[in-house]
């Protein structure tokens, strides 16, 4: 398993951005397809957005709630994927969590939208939007 920390997350008013990184501990972390999830009280963990790097393109794909105000990359060299998120609202509050899948289910970040498709998991960072 790969060893991940999340910083990043804050309070932000409504509208604002904030960007979360994720650091990795292992040094094979560009194999990895990367993820982010959020959990907000009372629901279940979510998909956010993916990110898989084939070695020669690299493949997003995003929730339909973020998409056009989340952007997700990652910097192989520094073992580290990030969560830019703008024009943020309430409803993106909870805690967001970095996850790592290493097993192989396609070139396409589609196919890693599933919490059971990752096998390692941050501790999470909290993001609270005020209105």
């Known amino acids: 398993q790969v060893e991940l920390v999340e910083s990043g997350g804050g309070l932000v008013q409504a509208g604002g951005s904030l960007r979360l990184s994720c650091a990795a501990s292992e040094r094979t972390f560009s194999r990895y397809a990367m993820g982010w999830f959020r959990q907000a009280p009372g629901k279940e963990r979510e998909f956010v957005a993916a990110i898989f790097w084939s070695g020669i393109s690299i493949s997003t794909h995003f929730a339909d709630s973020v998409k056009g105000r989340f952007t997700i990359s990652r910097d192989n060299a520094k073992n580290t994927v990030y969560l830019q998120m703008n024009s943020l609202k309430p409803e993106d509050t909870a805690v967001y969590y970095c996850?790592?899948?290493?097993?192989?289910?396609?070139?396409?970040?589609?196919?890693?939208?599933?919490?059971?498709?990752?096998?390692?998991w941050g501790q999470g960072t909290q993001v609270t939007v005020s209105s």
């Open positions: 996850a790592a899948a290493s097993r192989f289910r396609g070139y396409s970040a589609s196919y890693y939208t599933k919490v059971a498709e990752y096998d390692s």
